[in-house]
């Protein structure tokens, strides 16, 4: 038995998720799996330190922070890809991050969009604290607070910045690309390679199923709080930031975390230190083991997945 912890927030990685629950491509590569929704990284990451949850879905930053406190977790592959942005409310009159001066930008400390936003605010020219503010505020008070336009600008990830351009009220100043979410087990069941390796090879087949079944994953997504609200358009123009959600061929999914993806992790690790969000500096490479899934990268390159022939087992 794996028992998989998740979150059904984050896009393409809560499809991943709905496909290994609801079809039987767990079972073809030999694994029973008890899949434990959770609310976000943080209870995920207590999850797999305890021992409740053998593998778990984080954000890199989340990633990160078990490095940083010693967790007995590793990092072991990529799953999915996001978009972190700075947004600016309509009423706001801000349309570049330059407008920002003298401006209070809201959002939740602690995550990889807040990194992203610090960062757009450098590169524009502004310094945290003296030009620009940044308030931390939770989801739910963010959401009631651009609902209502009493703030100006603030930001967050997808599907959320998608939803607030749908909806009118935000517009995005500037946009991150590079977040993603990993796949971290504890250690003890690093010590089942080769449980892990078909845990991984069930995650691509799950991730080229719902790229060629958006829809469908689509509707699985929002079956579940809290993304019940969201309309499925949504759902849909944030899940194609990530060049997966539009596979043509099993050979296009990859799950080895890249090098490019670790060095950001190892900048994240600084800027957490730097922020005074994590204890220590952690040794990045140390907790990552990039071996398993790329034996899995070798057998998706060689191999070929039936992807009509998967069958639906609760819709």
């Keep these: 038995m794996v028992r998989m912890c998740w979150f059904n927030t984050t896009t393409v990685s809560a499809q991943i998720a709905h496909v290994l629950m609801r079809t039987d491509i767990p079972a073809r590569n030999g694994l029973k799996m008890e899949m434990i929704q959770l609310a976000a990284s943080p209870a995920i990451t207590e999850a797999l330190v305890s021992g409740a949850g053998d593998v778990g879905?984080?954000?890199d930053f989340a990633a990160v922070t078990t490095m940083a406190i010693g967790a007995p977790v590793t990092t072991v592959s990529s799953q999915a890809r996001f978009r972190s942005a700075v947004l600016a409310t309509k009423k706001s009159g801000i349309t570049k991050m330059a407008d920002l001066k003298g401006k209070q930008v809201y959002g939740t400390f602690g995550i990889t969009?807040?990194?992203?936003a610090q960062d757009a605010v450098l590169k524009a020219g502004?310094?945290?604290?003296?030009?620009?503010?940044?308030?931390?505020?939770?989801p739910a008070e963010l959401a009631d607070a651009v609902g209502a336009q009493r703030i100006d600008a603030f930001f967050t990830y997808d599907p959320f910045v998608s939803f607030f351009e749908s909806t009118g009220n935000a517009v995005v100043v500037s946009e991150n690309l590079s977040p993603v979410i990993v796949l971290a087990a504890n250690n003890r069941f690093l010590q089942k390679p080769d449980v892990l390796r078909r845990l991984l090879l069930?995650?691509?087949q799950a991730l080229f199923f719902a790229a060629q079944n958006n829809d469908l994953a689509n509707s699985w997504f929002r079956s579940l709080e809290p993304a019940k609200n969201i309309p499925e358009p949504v759902l849909q123009k944030a899940s194609s930031y990530d060049p997966a959600w539009s596979a043509k061929t099993?050979?296009?999914i990859k799950v080895a975390l890249s090098p490019a993806q670790i060095a950001q992790m190892e900048t994240l690790a600084k800027w957490g230190v730097e922020a005074k969000l994590l204890p220590r500096l952690p040794d990045v490479p140390k907790f990552?083991?990039?071996?398993?899934?790329?034996?899995v990268d070798k057998e998706i390159a060689t191999g070929s997945f039936d992807v009509k022939s998967v069958k639906i087992l609760r819709a």
């Design 202 to 204: 069930a995650n691509a």
């Design 57 to 59: 879905t984080l954000s």
């Design 126 to 138: 502004l310094v945290p604290g003296k030009d620009m503010t940044f308030v931390n505020v939770g």
């Design 288 to 295: 990552v083991n990039t071996a398993i899934a790329g034996e």
């Design 113 to 116: 969009a807040f990194q992203n």
């Design 250 to 252: 099993f050979t296009d």
